[in-house]
C-alpha cells in the first residue's frame, strides 16, 4: 500500500515537510513506515516535492492537489518504486518504442520493459528476462528519429530477499553488472557507455545530444553468470 503524500507536511505550517518519525500516522501506521528504507523513501519523495514546490511556487498542499501525477513520475523516473503507480511519462521515448530482443523466457518477454511496472510486486510480469547465455541484448526501436542525450536503464536487484541488519546487500545471481549502450545514428552503431561491476538499480548514462533511430543495450556479465 503506497503512502500517502498528506501524511509527510504539516497541517497547519503551510512549507513545512518531515519524514521519519515525524510524519503523521497512528500508533500502527509507525509500525512500518519507521525503518530505516522507509524513510529513505520519503526522503527522496520530500526532496522531489520541495523541488515542486520551487519549481511552482507553492507550498507541499497544493503539489499534492495539483501536479501528484508529476510528483509521481518523477520518483518513477528516478529509481522509485510506488505500489499500484505505473510509469507514463510523456517524455519517455521507450514506452513508444518498438522492443526487440536476441532471446526471451517465458514471462520475461521484451515488451515487459514498457509495461510501466519497473519492481516485482504481486506476481507481476516486470521485466525483460533473456534465455541462458550471455553475451544477449535488447533493442528498442523509435517510431521516429529523436534527438536524444541520456538513457536510463532500470535493473533488478533483490528486494524480497534483503534480510534486515547491519550487511551488504545481497545480490541476485541475475543482477546485471557488465554492460554496453549503443545507440544508432544515421544507420551506425556507437556506443554511448560501458559498464563494469554494476550494482546499482538504476544506471544513468548521459552523452551529448544525437538523432537517434535505436538504443540497444548488450547484456554481457551477470553477478552470478559470466
Known sequence: ??????????????????????????????????????????????????????????????????????LQQTLLKDGHSIPGCLNHDPEDLALTAVITADSWEKSGEPQNVINGINRAADGENYAWI???????????????????????????????????????MPSKDETLSDFTVEILV?????????????????VVIDFAPKAVSAVRINALKATGIN
Not at 43 to 67: F, H, M
Request: hydrophobic letters at 35%; charged letters at 20%; one cysteine or more.
Open 130 to 168: 533473456s534465455k541462458e547465455g550471455l553475451p544477449q541484448s535488447i533493442m528498442l526501436t523509435l517510431n521516429e528519429i529523436k534527438e536524444i542525450r541520456q538513457v536510463r536503464i532500470t535493473l533488478d536487484m533483490p528486494f524480497a530477499r534483503y534480510t534486515m541488519g547491519y550487511q551488504e
Open 186 to 202: 544515421n544507420g551506425i552503431w556507437e556506443c554511448v557507455g560501458r559498464i563494469e561491476n554494476n550494482i546499482q538499480r538504476l
Open 1 to 70: 500500500t503506497p503512502m500517502p503524500f498528506r501524511s509527510l507536511y504539516s497541517k497547519n505550517i503551510k512549507n513545512l515537510m518531515m519524514v521519519g518519525r515525524c510524519i503523521s500516522t497512528t500508533h500502527i501506521g509507525m509500525g512500518p513506515t519507521r525503518v530505516m528504507l522507509t524513510g529513505a523513501c520519503m526522503g527522496q519523495a520530500v526532496a522531489t516535492a520541495a523541488w515542486l514546490c520551487k519549481k511552482y511556487r507553492l507550498d507541499p498542499r497544493e503539489i499534492g492537489k495539483y501536479y501528484m501525477d508529476e
